[in-house]
């Protein structure tokens, strides 16, 4: 069955970086778009980040452009988000999550991770 | 960016009940709009895609319909597992965004 587990959270201070990876199983990982979405705790959610399939294309919230980096390792099933310089604002749990349809990039996000708490303190 | 809204921000109703929630877009995104259901401490769960498609496994009484800018997640006869909280998504752009929600809990 489809798994994706997210793991690399914890608390980190302002200005410092953290790589949140996320392992897929269950599934031909190389032919799915997958996102980063996050929840600040009680709040709603934000999309974060979006690759493509193959990583030609990447696509960043406006409140993450310049600071976070969402990459892949088809060979690992393995999806990634560096964070850098990050802000007491960033605090959430961050989900991965698979497009739906295979070789397509805008797509509904049909399974996700159970998420992993980034806590940004000094 | 496109900015999605949705309405009411909360609602209270028994089992049994007819639930409606809209959802408005600030701009045309045909039909590439999803609901998701998130419960307390547990990741979201797709209901619905491209505005009326139910997602396998979903059960029968959950429903949308829309398009262009306005859309709506029908419930038709609440259960006791249906009070969470509801998001619609779009992914018309590259740049996706959700609705800031609606929390469905029992009157």
């Known amino acids: 069955q489809v798994q994706l587990v997210e793991s690399g959270g914890g608390v980190v201070q302002p200005g410092r970086s953290l790589r949140l990876p996320c392992a897929a199983s269950?599934?031909?990982?190389?032919?799915?778009?997958m996102n980063w979405v996050r929840q600040a705790p009680g709040k709603g959610l934000e999309w974060v980040a979006i690759?493509?399939?193959?990583?030609?294309?990447?696509y960043y919230a406006d409140s993450v452009k310049g600071r976070f980096t969402i990459s892949r390792d088809n060979s690992q099933n393995t999806l990634y988000l560096q964070m850098n310089s990050l802000r007491h604002e960033d605090t959430a749990v961050y989900f991965c999550?698979?497009?739906?349809?295979?070789?397509?990039?805008?797509?509904?996000?049909?399974?996700w991770g159970q998420g992993t708490l980034v806590t940004v303190s000094s | 960016d496109i900015q999605m809204t949705q309405s009411p921000s909360s609602l209270s109703a028994s089992v049994g009940d007819r639930v409606t929630i809209t959802c408005r877009a600030s701009?045309?995104?045909?039909?590439?709009l999803n609901w998701y259901q998130q419960k307390p401490g547990k990741a979201p769960k797709l209901l619905i895609y491209?505005?009326?498609s139910l997602q396998s496994g979903v059960p029968s009484r959950f429903s949308g319909s829309g398009s262009g800018t306005d859309f709506t997640l029908t419930i038709s006869s609440l259960q006791p597992e249906d009070f969470a909280t509801y998001y619609c998504?779009?992914?018309?752009?590259?740049?996706?965004?959700f609705g800031p929600g609606t929390k469905v809990d029992v009157k």
């Open positions: 999550a698979r497009g739906l349809h295979q070789l397509l990039l805008y797509q509904p996000l049909d399974y």
């Open positions: 269950g599934f031909t990982f190389s032919r799915h778009a």
């Open positions: 690759i493509s399939h193959d990583g030609s294309n990447e």
């Open positions: 701009q045309t995104i045909n039909n590439y």
């Open positions: 491209a505005a009326s």
């Open positions: 998504q779009q992914s018309y752009s590259s740049l996706f965004t």
